[in-house]
């Protein structure tokens, strides 16, 4: 019986792993472009041919389909022309120990079905918890920076509550302060816990969409001279687009002063807490009293592997729910599903663990400088040419720009930016990112790459530059309205630049 993995089906397993490595190795060797260029009407023809109630292939064909009908189509986030969104490539080892988690399958909700699974985690959290500043801080392991922001924002929600007999009117009242550059997902918690309507209050920002401290104060103050409730501040250190880090110190004087919780949302910045050289980045992070960081971005570990670090270890309590048959009142043993909104969880924390065990922690931080200064890099190669125009600056490693060459209008270059990305996407070429900064359309580069050179962003830059010049070359593109004609724009271009 070699359906499922056991004792007598441990040589089948082994031959089945080897094989599919062996596989994904030639993958990884032989792969030269960052996707296929498949449209979406082909890859939907080839998922619609597939009959899920058909007969079984057998391992070795299920296999070989796997092979050409996902990894064939797959976005490769190793390859240097990828520079799209916050996907990094993955540490070796972390690879080998997700080989591990999908065999043993371990769930580290309660100890007895992880046993030293508990145990490692915890360790892997109070290490982070002292890299952050919390020298008595506890936390848990998440699916990823919007689980662990909400789970942050119930948090402060309970602590803003506590003591109330009218919960419901409370509730009313309560406010989240942050910026309109703070990730989506302070807005759906918001929702999600049951905020007003209007209780997300932007709070002013700067040039570079950092959060003034000085417009905090005065919210901080506006809100309580209208009888709502300050819940809590949520800070960015590392914003998606930007790639900006709000002033941590200053934001928490404030928090301080107003007697407000303070949530740091590091998703992004979490890899300058082993930096060599830009840790300080992060000065007044420890003055939080909540933290999410993302492995699985600048740790470059797979996804998921996030993380909810609070620092002191109470806080955590309103999350805590008893059942008799899993995680009795009475229970010693350290049941984590007393910390978490989840109860079945991976062990995520052992990619992370086997990374730092393998490479040590101030290599990943090397690594993670190494984007940043690649990204420095990038910057000055768009400065220095006349077609790009630089929009902002970053301190992690995102480039905003857009291709705007002398005489071409505002509103023309804008029509060209989401053309752009389609066409790069298309080709297989490259894939980089377009947002909207103060009101326009741009491009965007993500550089979580170590592996990337100077040469390879020089190289997807003169993508961009050979597409948008091909786009608007000779036409009336400004003027165009009707979707077939993007359509058949696109796909003229995207087939020269595939060439």
Same mark, same amino acid.
Request: glycine share 6%.
């Given at each position: 019986?070699?359906?499922?993995?056991?004792?007598?089906?441990?040589?089948?397993?082994?031959?089945?792993?080897?094989?599919?490595?062996?596989?994904?190795?030639?993958?990884?060797?032989?792969?030269?472009?960052?996707?296929?260029?498949?449209?979406?009407?082909?890859?939907?023809?080839?998922?619609?041919?597939?009959?899920?109630?058909?007969?079984?292939?057998?391992?070795?064909?299920?296999?070989?389909?796997?092979?050409?009908?996902?990894?064939?189509?797959?976005?490769? =986030?190793?390859?240097?022309?990828?520079?799209?969104?916050?996907?990094?490539?993955?540490?070796?080892?972390?690879?080998?120990?997700?080989?591990?988690?999908?065999?043993?399958?371990?769930?580290?909700?309660?100890? #007895?079905?992880?046993?030293?699974?508990?145990?490692?985690?915890?360790?892997?959290?109070?290490?982070?918890?002292?890299?952050?500043?919390?020298?008595?801080?506890?936390?848990?392991?998440?699916?990823?920076?919007?689980?662990?922001?909400?789970?942050?924002?119930?948090?402060?929600?309970?602590?803003?509550?506590?003591?109330?007999?009218?919960?419901?009117?409370?509730?009313?009242?309560?406010?989240?302060?942050?910026?309109?550059?703070?990730?989506?997902?302070?807005?759906?918690?918001?929702?999600?816990?049951?905020?007003?309507? #209007?209780?997300?209050?932007?709070?002013?920002?700067d040039a570079l969409g950092r959060m003034r401290a000085d417009a905090l104060a005065g919210a901080l103050g506006a809100v309580a001279a209208v009888g709502r409730v300050p819940m809590v501040v949520v800070a960015t250190a590392g914003t998606t687009d930007r790639g900006c880090l709000d002033p941590?110190?200053?934001?928490?004087?404030?928090? #301080? &002063?107003?007697?407000?919780?303070?949530?740091?949302?590091? &998703?992004?910045?979490?890899?300058?807490?082993?930096?060599?050289?830009?840790?300080?980045?992060?000065? $007044?992070?420890? !003055?939080? !009293?909540?933290?999410?960081?993302? =492995?699985?971005?600048?740790?470059?570990?797979?996804?998921?592997?996030?993380?909810?670090?609070?620092?002191?270890?109470?806080?955590?309590?309103?999350?805590?729910?008893?059942?008799?048959?899993?995680?009795?009142?009475?229970?010693?043993?350290?049941?984590?599903?007393?910390?978490?909104?989840?109860?079945?969880?991976?062990?995520?924390?052992?990619?992370?663990?086997?990374?730092?065990?393998?490479?040590?922690?101030?290599?990943?931080?090397?690594?993670?400088?190494?984007?940043?200064?690649?990204?420095?890099?990038?910057?000055?190669?768009?400065?220095? #040419?006349?077609?790009?125009?630089?929009?902002?600056?970053?301190?992690?490693?995102?480039?905003?720009?857009?291709?705007?060459?002398?005489?071409?209008?505002?509103?023309?270059?804008?029509?060209?930016?989401?053309?752009?990305?389609?066409?790069?996407?298309?080709?297989?070429?490259?894939?980089?990112?377009?947002?909207?900064?103060?009101?326009?359309?741009?491009?965007?580069?993500?550089?979580?790459?170590?592996?990337?050179?100077?040469?390879?962003?020089?190289?997807?830059? $003169?993508?961009?530059?050979?597409?948008?010049?091909?786009?608007?070359?000779?036409?009336?593109?400004?003027?165009?309205?009707?979707?077939?004609?993007?359509?058949?724009?696109?796909?003229?271009?995207?087939?020269?630049?595939?060439?």
């Open positions: 019986m070699h359906e499922l993995l056991s004792s007598r089906s441990s040589e089948h397993y082994a031959d089945v792993l080897h094989r599919t490595v062996d596989v994904l190795a030639a993958r990884f060797r032989d792969t030269d472009r960052v996707f296929s260029g498949a449209s979406r009407e082909q890859l939907q023809a080839l998922v619609d041919d597939v009959d899920l109630d058909g007969r079984p292939l057998g391992t070795d064909d299920a296999l070989r389909e796997v092979d050409e009908l996902f990894v064939e189509h797959a976005v490769w =986030f190793h390859h240097p022309d990828y520079a799209a969104h916050l996907n990094c490539p993955v540490a070796v080892p972390a690879v080998a120990a997700e080989a591990v988690l999908a065999a043993v399958n371990p769930s580290v909700d309660t100890y #007895d079905q992880s046993t030293v699974g508990t145990l490692m985690e915890r360790a892997l959290v109070a290490w982070t918890a002292r890299r952050i500043g919390f020298p008595h801080g506890d936390g848990i392991f998440t699916s990823g920076g919007t689980q662990s922001n909400l789970q942050a924002l119930l948090l402060a929600r309970e602590a803003a509550l506590a003591g109330t007999t009218d919960r419901d009117g409370a509730m009313r009242r309560l406010v989240v302060l942050t910026t309109a550059s703070s990730h989506f997902s302070v807005q759906k918690s918001a929702l999600l816990l049951g905020l007003a309507a #209007d209780a997300v209050v932007p709070v002013p920002t941590l110190a200053a934001i928490a004087d404030a928090c #301080d &002063a107003a007697g407000v919780w303070l949530h740091v949302d590091a &998703a992004y910045g979490c890899g300058l807490l082993v930096s060599p050289t830009r840790r300080h980045l992060l000065d $007044g992070i420890e !003055r939080a !009293r909540s933290v999410t960081v993302d =492995f699985h971005k600048s740790f470059f570990q797979p996804v998921s592997s996030s993380a909810l670090v609070v620092r002191e270890p109470q806080d955590l309590q309103p999350v805590a729910w008893h059942a008799d048959y899993l995680n009795p009142e009475d229970s010693d043993e350290p049941n984590q599903v007393d910390k978490s909104l989840q109860t079945t969880r991976r062990f995520d924390a052992l990619k992370l663990w086997t990374t730092l065990r393998a490479l040590g922690a101030d290599r990943v931080g090397e690594l993670f400088d190494d984007v940043l200064d690649l990204a420095a890099r990038a910057e000055e190669l768009v400065r220095d #040419d006349d077609d790009l125009v630089l929009v902002g600056g970053t301190q992690l490693s995102t480039v905003l720009f857009r291709y705007q060459p002398v005489g071409l209008s505002d509103e023309h270059a804008d029509r060209v930016v989401p053309l752009v990305r389609r066409v790069l996407l298309e080709s297989g070429r490259a894939v980089v990112a377009k947002t909207v900064v103060d009101g326009r359309p741009c491009l965007k580069l993500t550089l979580l790459n170590p592996g990337s050179t100077v040469d390879d962003v020089a190289r997807v830059l $003169g993508l961009v530059r050979d597409a948008a010049a091909a786009l608007v070359e000779g036409d009336d593109l400004a003027d165009r309205g009707a979707e077939a004609d993007e359509v058949a724009a696109v796909a003229a271009v995207a087939g020269a630049v595939a060439r």
